[in-house]
């Protein structure tokens, strides 16, 4: 399953009204940070996420990419 920005920003945005929160209007900044966790969220996962095999041939940690 390949990580998307854009696809974690529609689904914090979708939760983000579910609960109540704004994110039309001229003040409005919670779609604003509805991308910056999405793009955290996708860069820390991205760059430090890894795989902890505990056995067979493959076993040890190994870099999700």
């Known amino acids: 399953m390949a990580l998307s920005k854009s696809s974690l920003k529609q689904k914090l945005e ?8 704004v994110l039309d209007g001229e003040f409005a ?6 991308e910056a966790i999405a793009n955290a969220v996708v860069d ?19 870099p999700i990419i």
């Not at 979708?14 to 929160?21: H, K, N, W």
């Not at 900044?29 to 509805?34: C, E």
Request: proline share 0%; net charge negative; no cysteine.
């Open 14 to 21: 979708t939760e983000l009204r579910a609960q109540g929160f």
């Open 29 to 34: 900044m919670a779609g604003m940070m509805a």
């Open 44 to 62: 820390e996962m991205t760059q430090n996420a890894k795989a902890n095999v505990q056995g067979g041939s493959s076993a040890g940690e190994h």
